[in-house]
């Protein structure tokens, strides 16, 4: 057995060596310049890159080709696909740990409904009151409902479950690119590139739903895979597609529109196939629309008509687009050239999105939220793009595909300093605002009191007051008729919150705090309790009587 060339011996000894010093100094870089130990944004980057650095020299000592970590991600066996998991993994860890401050205000709508459903009182808003759909997760407010009758925290159950959505969606990402056609080789990149993409791991820790969707939505691609054209009984499915109806509002568009390319040409076999699946899906779907329709009497969630508004999702769309373009770029270059069903369902579902959610407004749909469902699926067609470019097996060059495939990563992860300093400020400004407030609340005020308020998180849910939702998430009247102040004052709430973007003078946020604002100055029983800075703007307090402890 012939000794490796001292030439690349000295290679692989120099890439350990490099990694080694990027590991020391994660553990040097605060002494050194005389603060506390504390893994930060640098040190935790260094230990990562160490930790690959060490991989990369380790494999090139026992005598792979450079870059040895692709050559071993793609080569066949068993190697290639543990050494995916084990950076998605790692990478996904990488990220948690970032944004482990965050969780989204949001989230506390729904652990409100939840609650209140765990303590007896229903799926409602407020207890006593007609029930209301403010929450757009009907899956994800029983799963926290069940930690709250098990006396656990809701956040810390929503967390959890999320995260198990997010080790399943790195697992049926490649199981999707499998199916699809990919090779074993290529079909581990889209492991590392959904761990690569930040908005992923940012949802996971929110305490909302996103993840799950993300999860049920690659289920459903994947069984649509095994069941098209099949004679059997489509129940995968059916059984997904009704868990995706139960997930979330905008999931029927994503349902269908896959459908679509499947249909087409409508021949007699599609046909009956459709019919078997839609009479397979339909028991579980009418259960749950008619315990909709007699619960609240409507099937459309109130979230749907308050976040409708022509053309109000321009900046949600585009932000997508801009961060997902090089993807949709080489999607429809395979056009000309035969495109894969997967490829052709995922175009199909990302146009009728950007034509729904172009007339969505943008609250909380940042960092490309409601179009995470679409972007998993759409990251199991690069294997595909790579099997064409550089089939397994063939001669020729490997490592054009290798650094493409890093420029990839990086590109995806170019949002991450952003997204981390948002996350933080926002973590930072939900406790030194809403949690305070919330908190004070509930010192002076008894839950039968009325809080009327836009932030419905954090403020309601740790208050326990009954609220008024002015955005109209939670109250039918103003999601359907738009805001309207006198039928606000005409509630008398006992607190009032608003949003100003100037702490010193009112500068209001939203149209109904501009609105609203004049008339609870003029109105001799309201009085301004406090200013409290968030992120962004600031929350004025006007309540009927001295907060105690304000």
């Not at 909709?292 to 976040?307: G, M």
């Not at 009191?449 to 007051?465: I, K, T």
Request: glycine fraction near 8%; aromatic fraction near 12%.
């Amino acid at each position: 057995m012939s000794e490796r060339p001292p030439r690349a011996a000295g290679g692989a000894f120099l890439v350990l060596a490099g990694g080694a010093f990027l590991l020391l100094a994660a553990l040097l870089l605060d002494p050194l310049r005389g603060r506390p130990l504390d893994f930060g944004f640098m040190q935790t980057l260094f230990v990562f890159l160490g930790l690959l650095a060490v991989a990369e020299g380790a494999l090139l000592a026992r005598g792979r080709p450079f870059p040895a970590l692709w050559f071993t991600l793609t080569s066949e066996g068993a190697a290639g696909e543990a050494l995916a998991y084990a950076v998605a993994f790692a990478l996904g860890g990488l990220l948690f740990y970032f944004f482990k401050a965050y969780a989204a205000d949001d989230a506390f709508i729904t652990f409100r409904y939840a609650r209140n459903l765990a303590n007896g009182a229903g799926v409602t808003w407020n207890p006593g009151e007609p029930p209301v759909e403010g929450y757009s997760n009907f899956l994800w407010m029983l799963v926290t409902a069940a930690g709250l009758r098990l006396h656990l925290n809701p956040l810390t159950v929503a967390r959890t479950a999320a995260i198990l959505c997010y080790a399943g969606s790195l697992v049926l990402v490649r199981a999707l690119a499998r199916r699809a056609g990919a090779s074993p080789q290529h079909a581990n990149l889209p492991v590392i590139l959904f761990a690569a993409v930040p908005a992923f791991a940012y949802w996971t820790v929110s305490g909302l739903e996103t993840i799950s969707v993300v999860f049920l939505s690659l289920l459903y691609f994947l069984a649509l895979m095994r069941d098209a054209g099949a004679t059997a009984m489509p129940w995968r499915s059916a059984l997904v597609a009704d868990l995706l109806l139960m997930s979330r509002p905008d999931a029927p568009a994503l349902i269908g529109l896959a459908l679509l390319p499947l249909l087409w040409p409508f021949t007699r076999e599609r046909r009956a196939w459709l019919v078997r699946l839609t009479l397979l899906a339909l028991p579980i779907a009418a259960l749950y629309l008619g315990w909709k329709w007699v619960t609240f009497h409507r099937l459309l969630a109130n979230t749907v008509a308050a976040k409708f508004q022509p053309m109000a999702g321009f900046t949600l769309v585009s932000g997508f687009f801009l961060f997902a373009f090089p993807l949709l770029v080489a999607l429809v270059g395979t056009l000309p050239r035969g495109a894969r069903l997967l490829e052709r369902q995922v175009l199909v579902v990302v146009l009728g999105l950007t034509v729904a959610l172009l007339n969505a407004r943008a609250h909380v749909g940042h960092y490309y939220r409601f179009f995470l469902p679409i972007l998993a699926p759409m990251l199991a067609t690069v294997a595909l793009a790579m099997d064409r470019w550089n089939t397994p097996g063939q001669p020729g060059p490997r490592r054009l595909p290798a650094l493409v495939f890093l420029m990839t990563v990086l590109y995806t992860l170019g949002p991450l300093p952003q997204m981390i300093d948002y996350a933080n400020r926002e973590a930072e400004g939900l406790a030194r605002a809403h949690l305070r407030i919330a908190v004070l609340l509930r010192q002076n005020f008894t839950s039968d009191r009325l809080l009327a308020a836009s932030d419905c998180g954090v403020l309601p849910y740790v208050s326990g007051m009954r609220t008024l939702d002015l955005w109209g998430l939670n109250d039918r009247t103003i999601a359907e008729r738009g805001f309207d102040p006198a039928y606000v004052m005409r509630a008398r709430p006992d607190v009032v919150i608003l949003h100003s973007l100037h702490p010193d003078r009112y500068a209001g946020r939203e149209p109904y705090d501009r609105e609203l604002q004049p008339l609870l100055a003029a109105d001799p029983s309201y009085q301004l309790a406090g200013k409290w800075e968030f992120f962004g703007y600031w929350l004025w307090v006007y309540s009927r009587k001295p907060l105690v402890g304000a």
